[in-house]
Nanobody, 126 residues
Framework: QVQVVESGGGLVQAGGSLRLSCTAS????????MGWFRQAPGKEREGVSC????????YYADSVKGRFTISRDNAKSTLYLQMNSLKPEDTAMYYC???????????????????WGPGTQVTVSS
């Protein structure tokens, strides 16, 4: 049974940092590109970042470029999101998901990911 579980969320002041982790089991981790998404109350889920199976390609939403860094450790079946210079508008539930292939989907957004974790809450106070 596939399980994807996020951790590392919490409450932080604006300008602070958090590191999210996502562990996956029940799948061959390096067969899949992995992504981070977030959803704030009353808003649609949005893609934050994606990393290819090898880590050789990464993508970021414009809103987080230069502040967030995605990485993965295939030996540990773990995905990370280092978040620096956090802003109140980064407040959201953050989700980890496995894509349907080795490379970050160009089309489809969240629909191109089929293995999701329950999420971890990130709250940034001003």
């Amino acid at each position: 049974q596939v399980q994807v579980v996020e951790s590392g969320g919490g409450l932080v002041q604006a300008g602070g940092s958090l590191r999210l982790s996502c562990t996956a089991s029940g799948l061959t981790f390096d067969d899949y590109a992995m992504g981070w998404f977030r959803q704030a109350p009353g808003k649609e889920r949005e893609g934050v970042s994606c990393i290819s199976w090898s880590g050789g390609s990464t993508y970021y939403a414009d809103s987080v470029k230069g502040r967030f860094t995605i990485s993965r450790d295939n030996a540990k079946s773990t995905l990370y999101l280092q978040m620096n210079s956090l802003k109140p508008e980064d407040t959201a539930m953050y989700y980890c998901a496995a894509a349907m292939g080795r490379y970050c989907p160009v089309y489809g957004g969240a629909r191109a990911y089929d293995k999701w974790g329950p999420g971890t809450q990130v709250t940034v106070s001003s």
